[in-house]
């Protein structure tokens, strides 16, 4: 399912591949020589597109029945035409304390380009230093929300409270003002766009060193004192917290449930190996997600992109951890 699973299923399917696009480049050819008129040449293209618009080197679904987004498994005009007719609006929270007010820049400039493109967006940004939030043209269908917050003196803390302030403001503001949040790390940048094919009712993003590393060196946290804890053998696929959401009532579940899990652990003197994501983890175990982004949409910067990976929509931004962290 993993790493392995993968660089299997993409060897076995090359063959595979190959004779596919045989047969649709002698259909191809058939059909043109057939008719060949010009209207009936765009019709031709438009079915050639649909016959490609699938792939054969990666797992498009979860074994239990969730899709998985990746480039060239859906249309996006069609996605858009549907979702427009809803009138949703999309929340997006983020968070910028101390010296992360650095990356605002970055991500909202990015986002307001890639995120949602056409579609109505309110993005929540969390600082400790709203004066230095620069000013940046929204499109018109996009809000932004300057929400002040305490900061803490560890790093660590300022992310999993993320869980908590989530929590405390859906169930305050958002579950009456948007339809569907989504958790973004600021320190991201999109490159290319991130639409409607991320809406459903609980989100994760697959790791990508799920898909540079074996299966079994994935980095859930296996010491059963933590809440965060999940048995040696369990386990399917290893979610970022960099990037998750859902609707509006299905992350409040999520974050209220992450953040007992860190206030317990808290209690009894730990801290999971990965913070909230150990948490997000073990949440997503036992809450399937009812869709999955590939790593497409979270690219981590350190790693060397494979092949599968066609797209690069949103990426990590190489940062000095010493310097902006203390
Ligand atoms: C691949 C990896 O290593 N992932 C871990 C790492 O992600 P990251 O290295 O991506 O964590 P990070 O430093 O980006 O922190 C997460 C987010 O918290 C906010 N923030 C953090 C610190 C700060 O001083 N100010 C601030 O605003 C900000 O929105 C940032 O994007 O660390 C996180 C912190 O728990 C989680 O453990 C992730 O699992
Ligand atoms: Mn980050």
């Known amino acids: 399912m993993g790493c392995t699973g993968d660089k299997y299923i993409e060897r076995q399917s090359l063959g595979k591949i190959l004779i596919m696009w045989k047969i649709q480049l002698s259909l191809m050819d058939k059909l043109l020589h057939n008719c060949p008129k010009e209207g009936h040449l765009h019709l031709i293209l438009k079915i050639f597109s649909l016959i490609s ?159 540079t590393k074996p299966r079994d060196s994935n980095s859930y946290e296996r010491h059963p004192e933590s809440r965060a804890a999940i048995p040696h053998g369990e386990g399917d696929f290893y979610y970022a917290a960099s990037f998750y959401g859902g609707s509006v009532s299905e992350v409040y579940k999520l974050t209220t449930a992450c953040f007992k899990g860190v206030t317990e652990d808290r209690a009894n003197g730990i801290e999971a190996k990965w913070h909230e994501e150990s948490h997000l983890n073990k949440y997503l175990l036992y809450h399937k997600p009812t869709r999955l982004l590939s790593p497409e949409y979270y690219w981590d910067e350190e790693l060397i992109r494979p092949r599968i990976i066609r797209v690069k929509r949103l990426s990590s931004v190489r940062k000095d951890l010493q310097e902006v962290r203390f």
């Open 53 to 211: 618009c699938r792939r054969t080197d990666v797992l498009l679904v979860s074994p239990w029945l969730a899709p998985i987004v990746w480039e060239g498994t859906f249309n996006r005009d069609i996605l858009n035409a549907q979702y427009r007719q809803k009138n949703f609006v999309v929340g997006v929270a983020t968070f910028a304390v101390k010296k992360y007010v650095r990356f605002i820049e970055g991500f909202l400039g990015s986002a307001n380009k890639f995120f949602l493109s056409g579609h109505r967006v309110n993005f929540y940004l969390f600082t400790d230093h709203p004066e230095k939030v620069p000013s940046i043209n929204l499109a018109p269908e996009k809000r932004l929300f300057i929400i002040p917050v305490q900061n803490y003196s560890r790093w660590q803390d300022i992310s999993m409270n993320r869980m908590d302030i989530i929590s405390n403001h859906i169930h305050s503001h958002w579950r009456y003002e948007v339809d569907y949040l989504y958790s973004m790390d600021i320190d991201v940048q999109m490159f290319e766009h991130i639409g409607v094919e991320i809406i459903d009712t609980l989100v994760g993003t697959i790791s990508s060193w799920q898909y």
